[in-house]
DNA sequence: ACTCGTGTTAGCTG
DNA sequence: TCAGCTAACACGAG
């Protein structure tokens, strides 16, 4: 379930094992996670460079090589990477499960995309779900700010002045970067902010309190291993109460996505 | 057996 | 221009 903290996570993996090796090979067959560059064009482009930085914002990874492209790439819903050295040492980083990352994967058919490096090791994006994505010069400047550092007045801007309900307004990458459903619901519930709510209909105090926990959110769960950490998050299912005041828990849909929310703190309207 | 879902986005409709 | 819906991906969980 990559959101923003378990991107963070894989995008350091790139940084500490990957930064520097020389590209030797890249399997980019799987059209489908490539699109739209046909079968060779990526690979095409990398062979022979390095990967010089990994970068971020919210959930999109983009890796500067020493050529004249960028790389692009997204976890999408259960996206690792995995970065192994020639004698089998492996580093990896992304999809996380329960509390605790998964057992390293070596079902080759969910590789869906390749690094090869000279040196006998390489960067693999593991993929059961096919969600994720690999692409040339990425538009980042399309997404919005990034969630963990978005400033308040930008925040206000972005976030705060739109009719839509304030949780589809958290979760549209255009507005902040790196809102993912649970992390979502959880900074809502940590601000007690009905997530139904027109985003420009909040208060002040609320649009800071909102800015605020998300931040805090954001910490935390980098911190401590993942969105899946967030005090609500085991609470989101039927029978559940708020751990905060003991209410029942109330689910709906919001922009499309399954939301919980505390029934008594976060009333629908 | 069957339904739902942690994500994104093109393409469509109102 | 904005907002909401659907399909596409393929698997695991309940």
Redesign the pocket.
Same mark, same amino acid.
């Given at each position: 379930?990559?959101?923003l903290p378990e991107v963070e996570s894989a995008r350091a993996v790139i940084e500490r094992s990957a930064l520097g090796r020389r590209i030797d090979d890249v399997d980019d067959t799987d059209s489908?996670v490539c699109r739209p560059h046909p079968p060779g064009e990526i690979r095409a482009a990398l062979l022979g460079r390095r990967l010089v930085a990994a970068h971020r914002r919210?959930?999109s990874m983009w890796i500067e090589t020493s050529g004249d492209h960028v790389l692009g790439i997204?976890l999408?819903? #259960?996206g690792r990477i995995l970065v192994t050295e020639r004698h089998g040492g492996v580093d990896e980083g992304g999809d996380y499960?329960g509390t605790r990352p998964q057992r390293t994967p070596v079902k080759a058919?969910?590789d869906r995309f390749t690094l090869h490096f000279a040196d006998g090791g390489a960067l693999r994006l593991f993929d059961? #779900? #096919? +969600?994720g994505r690999v692409r040339l010069d990425p538009d980042i400047e399309a997404l919005g700010p990034d969630a963990g550092e978005v400033r308040l007045a930008d925040f206000r801007k972005l976030v705060g002045a739109? #009719?839509?309900?304030v949780k589809?307004r958290l +979760?549209d990458?255009h507005a902040v970067a790196g809102v @993912?459903? +649970? +992390?979502a619901d959880e900074v809502l519930w940590q601000a007690a902010i009905a997530p139904e709510r027109p985003a420009d209909e909040l208060d002040a105090a609320e649009v800071a309190r909102l800015h605020r926990e998300l931040r805090t959110a954001i910490r935390h769960a980098i911190k401590r291993g993942g969105v899946h950490t967030g005090e609500v998050i085991a609470h989101r299912k039927a029978g559940e109460h708020c751990p905060r005041c003991g209410a029942p828990m109330r689910r709906t849909e919001v @922009? @499309?996505?399954?939301t919980w929310a505390c029934s008594v703190e976060q009333p629908a309207g």
């Open positions: 379930m990559p959101e489908w919210g959930k997204h999408g819903m #259960r499960v058919e969910w059961k #779900r #096919r +969600l739109s #009719r839509t309900p589809a +979760l990458q @993912g459903n +649970l +992390l @922009g @499309g996505r399954t």
